[in-house]
């Protein structure tokens, strides 16, 4: 199973916005961190806010920050969340599988996929910032003094 990118780099936000509670951080620094596009992120962090996992400050000394009580949000919920209805196959695209109406592999690859996002369940977005990583994330965005 591969996540979409716009997943990936919503996990990266969220890891790193855990680890810099107090910080807001501007759309520039998250970019420059997590090693993205500005405009991709942007559109990720606006999915986020929507989501209510982060929270916005607009001005000029505006950006981002985890939402209060996201650090506790399970990560399985919101892989599901960000990944949509996809199924690791796409039986019933343009040119529809011919083994479409008696293959055991798709609902196979369903209960797989089930057990993937049941795996994430337990770990929470504040899991995921804890120690070590926590020291990696707090160097990022940062400039050496």
Do not use: W
């Amino acid at each position: 199973m591969r996540l979409n990118r716009s997943t990936d780099i919503g996990l990266r936000v969220l890891m790193l916005a855990a680890a810099r509670p107090d910080d807001l951080l501007t759309i520039d620094v998250l970019a420059d961190s997590v090693a993205v596009p500005r405009n991709h992120l942007a559109k990720v962090v606006q999915r986020l806010q929507h989501l209510g996992l982060l929270d916005t400050v607009r001005g000029r000394n505006g950006g981002v920050r985890l939402a209060t009580g996201a650090a506790g949000a399970s990560i399985g919920s919101l892989v599901r969340e960000l990944e949509g209805d996809t199924e690791v196959v796409d039986c019933g695209g343009e040119t529809p599988c011919p083994l479409n109406a008696g293959c055991r592999l798709r609902g196979a690859l369903r209960v797989a996929q089930e057990a993937f996002y049941a795996s994430l369940d337990p770990i929470t977005i504040g899991d995921l910032a804890a120690p070590p990583v926590r020291q990696v994330l707090l160097t990022l965005g940062r400039s050496p003094q």
